[in-house]
């Protein structure tokens, strides 16, 4: 069975948790986003499945909309904000070594959780 953790933001299931690798489906708000924040010990890879979202990497602003992708390398700061009104349904691919949610440093949060 598969997990769903809800979020202030919106939600996510976690289809795949492996040693190697976890695979999320991600579910994001009209006009909300996620916190700044970045990785030690894994890398993500983003793949667009529904609506438009504006992803912050480092100091780049990224638009994407469905069937478009962005890697996040570990330790890189990164967010995404939905920018459309329709829910932001994205797959999340993470790899690297440790895929704990105790893994994300928090820069920045709209929600009080830094």
């Known amino acids: ?3 769903t953790d809800h979020r202030p933001w919106g ?3 976690v289809l795949s948790d ?3 690798h976890k695979v999320k ?3 994001v708000y ?3 986003r996620l916190s700044l924040q970045r990785h030690r010990h894994r890398s993500e890879h983003w793949h667009m499945v529904n609506g438009k979202a504006l992803v912050t990497l480092n ?3 990224i638009p994407l ?6 890697d996040i390398p570990a330790g ?3 967010r995404i904000k939905n920018t459309g009104i329709d829910n932001l349904v994205f797959i999340e691919i993470q790899q690297g070594d440790y895929f704990g949610e105790d893994d994300i440093e928090r820069l920045e949060d709209d929600f009080g959780r830094v």
């Open 76 to 78: 890189a700061a990164h």
């Open 18 to 20: 492996e040693p190697d």
């Open 65 to 70: 909309k469905k069937g478009e992708s962005v």
């Open 1 to 3: 069975m598969n997990e």
């Open 11 to 13: 939600f996510y299931t």
């Open 30 to 32: 009209p006009g909300k």
């Open 59 to 61: 100091d780049k602003q």
């Open 25 to 27: 489906r991600i579910v």
